[in-house]
């Protein structure tokens, strides 16, 4: 018999042929296989108990970084063919494949990477099918190499051997090159050998640009205070921690307490940067006043030829404050006052892409930035129209959709200049040319100033507003793989509500077409705006008064007169309100800092709770009443106000019970662990069915595929 099939997935750049190919020589059937814009074909013909092994062997046995969503297959009439043939790409067409993300370095290649008698001995830019970069370099399907910003490299005799062999590990691996043929590295200024003068630099304390994967990063040596000093004031970020690069687990287990899941996640393919609790190795400058440290291990060979001549490294985004990560090569005077030295090469970044972050709840990851490593796989959503979901202000990405598939992008950042809009729209149509998407609906936040929003409206086809919080738990759901109803907490520090007031503590019945809310938070006033939210004093004042005490009377007459002062029914607010009674923080540097320093405060071990009364509203005054009157020590009074929001929620779930038994959890909020942590037990020991987010960030960054999840149910 002979069947013709069709591999969708991601299969290709992952050496998918090659493995179809000695399949099919290894269970002899005869036959072919080979790339077109839809994906992977092939042809196989023999006896039906081989063909079937071989069609099964497809998914069973895949390339590791192949993910195989469907095989098709007919029968079609035999032709008596021998052998199994390896045919060249097909196009041009509709594009219907999917693209692999950046993938580190696998340990075949640094074998190699090691190895003096290898012909790549300590070339930086060694890679196979197997690994290395994919996403940042492409910039068309099918991903062939006149497709990727290797295009202006060609093969020397010994890479196009490798790259046209089958049976190679570098068979029609598109980034392949070696040193002679391939991408260089540089020290600027200056010369010699640039890992060398590198590591010399960063001993000495200069602060270096090291081109990565997805953009530059800025590096100084993480046991040196004064150089982290220097990064600090040069990108005026004053207390926002750094990440840290260090060279294996062993490293990595020296700077913090790492678990099992931990370890199998910093080692995984993707290479996140994970948080973790700090054992206080380093530098005080490079996470000052923080229990935590982000730590990630090499992915790229430049890294790994790096590590192994330096200690830890903070390796944070080369950006001018809130800008873009810099990712082209003509943009470097960008750094010209941040960076002493380069350590740059001369292969093309395509699109940039920012580290992944991952934090750990339990035995899972928990994804608080989706970039390199998983942008762009998709994440499943079944939609009969092309669709973009714009993405909130802060922590932005775009989502767009066809078919079953949800391209979530890349972290593009906070929508606050005209270089990360540019950003945006950029990657906007990247995606669309990548994917062959062309919207027919856009769906956007409702706050009428976002520049996502403006965006969306200036688009001519049809549009779909989303509130944000009923696209937070849209998000949750279809995450999922949900539609509802469900009884959705979303915990957030802003959004803009239909009623005029600003949202951010909700209790809504919704499913992925509509939703209601239920109950909320009790809104109190934001003396100052937007300034109560850089200011945490002023929510604290804001809730005193709310109690009935003396608090600060400018504070108050502000409040009173209504001028400049929203009512919100944020959790983020009543966090910040916490922590500035509390003593942590009067004023931030940047968002969330003063909830992320109230849950370090916090005694994890401690089980007391204050309370909230509950009716038409959740009283959350009533937790900063009791906070105040409690004479424990701060870090138990922390730890129960924690308690006591976790209680409200269950409470108030549980009031609203007849309306649904799963409760799905978003927003940024319940990036605190010690919360979700507090708020799943007690729901589930009340017989709740608890949903939270696993693919998609719990933050801002899950909110384009929460409104593209509301707008495949829309009958527009």
């Known amino acids: 018999m002979r069947v013709a099939i069709r591999v969708g997935g991601v299969v290709q750049g992952v050496g998918f042929r090659p493995f179809v190919h000695g399949l099919g020589l290894r269970i002899d059937v005869s036959g072919f296989v080979g790339n077109d814009v839809r994906g992977v074909f092939a042809e196989a013909e023999g006896a039906p108990d081989r063909v079937a092994a071989f069609v099964a062997a497809l998914t069973a046995e895949a390339p590791p970084l192949a993910v195989v969503e469907h095989v098709e297959t007919r029968e079609i009439p035999p032709i008596g063919d021998t052998g199994f043939a ?11 494949t999917l693209v692999s993300a950046d993938s580190a370095t696998c340990d075949d290649c640094l074998r190699e990477l090691r190895d003096p008698a290898d012909r790549r001995y300590e070339y930086p830019f060694v890679n196979c099918t197997n690994c290395g970069p994919r996403f940042t370099i492409v910039t068309g399907v099918p991903y062939d190499r006149p497709l990727t910003t290797m295009a202006g490299f060609a093969m020397c005799a010994g ?85 840290v690069m260090v060279a294996d687990l062993a490293q990595a287990r020296e700077i913090a307490h790492v678990g ?14 994970v948080l973790l609790p700090a054992r206080g190795t380093l530098a005080e400058a490079v996470a000052p006043g923080n229990r935590r440290i982000g730590l990630m291990l090499p992915y790229t060979p430049l890294h790994h030829l790096l590590l192994a001549q330096t200690g830890p490294i903070v390796l944070t985004s080369a950006n001018v404050s809130d800008e873009p990560i810099v990712h082209r090569d003509e943009d470097l005077g960008r750094l010209k006052d941040i960076a002493d030295v380069y350590l740059t090469h001369d292969r093309p970044i395509h699109i940039r892409t920012d580290d992944s ?16 490593g998983y942008a762009p796989e998709p994440v499943r959503l079944e939609t009969k129209k092309h669709l973009l979901g714009c993405g909130a202000e802060l922590k932005n990405t775009f989502c767009l959709a066809k078919g079953h598939h949800a391209f979530v992008s890349h972290h593009i950042g906070d929508l606050e200049n005209y270089e990360t809009f540019t950003a945006f729209t950029e990657g906007i149509e990247h995606f669309k040319r990548l994917f062959a998407i062309d919207p027919v609906l856009v769906a956007h936040d409702l706050h009428p100033e976002y520049l996502s929003t403006k965006y969306a409206l200036d688009q001519d086809v049809d549009r779909l507003g989303v509130q944000h919080h009923h696209a937070h738990i849209a998000a949750c759901l279809a995450d999922n793989g949900e539609d509802g109803p469900v009884l959705g907490v979303a915990f957030d520090g802003t959004g803009f509500g239909p009623d005029g007031t600003i949202w951010g503590g909700e209790f809504l019945l919704a499913d992925l077409t509509s939703y209601r809310r239920l109950t909320h938070l009790k809104p109190v006033a934001m003396p100052g705006g937007a300034s109560a939210i850089r200011q945490p004093w002023r929510m604290a004042a804001s809730y ?79 937790l900063i009443a009791a906070l105040l009157d409690d004479n424990a020590p701060r870090n138990k009074r922390a730890a129960r106000f924690h308690n006591g929001v976790a209680a409200a929620i269950v409470d108030t779930c549980d009031r609203l019970r007849d309306h649904s038994t799963t409760v799905a959890l978003s927003g940024g909020v319940f990036q605190n662990v010690l919360l979700l942590d507090r708020t799943v037990e007690g729901l589930e020991n009340r017989g709740f069915r608890v949903l939270t987010h696993r693919n998609i960030p719990t933050n801002d960054g899950g909110i384009s595929f929460g409104q593209v999840a509301v707008a495949s149910r829309t009958t527009r």
């Open 357 to 372: 972050v991952v934090r750990m709840v339990g035995r899972y990851p928990q994804l608080q930035r989706r970039s390199r």
């Open 260 to 273: 099992d899941e931990a370890a199998r996640v910093l080692q995984g393919r993707r290479r996140p940067i």
């Open 544 to 622: 005193v008064d709310e109690l009935g005490r003396p608090a600060r009377e400018d504070v108050v007459k502000l409040k009173r007169s209504g001028l400049n002062s929203p009512l919100t029914s944020s959790a983020g607010r009543l966090f910040d309100a916490a922590a500035a009674l509390l003593g942590v923080r009067d004023s931030i540097n940047y968002e969330g800092q003063a909830a992320i320093e109230l849950e370090q405060l916090a005694d994890p071990g401690e089980k007391g709770s204050y309370r909230a009364r509950i009716d038409d509203v959740v009283h959350g005054e009533d």
């Open 159 to 243: 890479c196009k051997q490798e790259y046209e062999d089958p049976a190679d590990r570098r068979f029609h691996a598109q980034p392949v090159c070696c040193p002679a043929c391939g991408p260089t590295l540089r020290f600027e200024p200056g010369g010699g050998d640039p890992i060398q003068a590198a590591a010399e630099a960063l001993r000495e304390g200069a602060v270096v640009a090291v081109k990565g994967l997805g953009g530059y990063h800025l590096a100084v040596g993480a046991r040196h205070e004064e150089a982290a000093k220097r990064l600090r004031e040069r990108k005026h970020r004053e207390d926002k921690p750094f990440a």
């Open 86 to 96: 390896i045919l060249a790409s097909v196009g041009p067409g509709v594009a219907d």
